[in-house]
């Protein structure tokens, strides 16, 4: 069993920089692809970053590359998605997800752990 538990969200001023942390609890976190996600109130939840198992290769939404960036630390079970620029369009509960495998992917099908979700909000 995968669990997850998300940190870092708060309010934040449009062209800020906010940078969200997950934690895993699980034995071997290098077997589990990760990815975060974001649902907007009354929206579907969309595919923010994905990242492979060793973090060679990740994969971002349009809406969000170059801006912002995964990134992984194996040796402490731990997945980060570094946000920056931030407009209020990035305004969403972000959710960190577990797949067991290597492989990028970015549907929320593919992802059988989730975390509990933490709330980011961009105002001006």
């Known amino acids: 069993q995968v669990r997850l538990a998300e940190s870092g969200g708060r309010l934040v001023q449009i062209g800020g920089s906010l940078r969200l942390s997950c934690e895993a609890s699980?034995?071997?976190?290098?077997?589990?692809?990760m990815a975060w996600f974001r649902q907007a109130p009354g929206k579907e939840r969309d595919h923010v970053a994905s990242i492979s198992v060793t973090g060679a290769d990740t994969y971002y939404a349009e809406s969000v590359k170059g801006r912002f960036t995964i990134s992984r630390d194996n040796t402490k079970n731990m997945v980060f998605l570094q946000m920056n620029s931030l407009m209020p369009e990035d305004t969403a509960v972000y959710y960190c997800a577990a797949r067991l495998g290597g492989g990028i992917r970015y549907d929320v099908t593919n992802y059988a752990y989730w975390g509990q979700g933490t709330q980011v909000t961009v105002s001006s």
């Open positions: 699980v034995r071997t976190f290098s077997n589990y692809a």
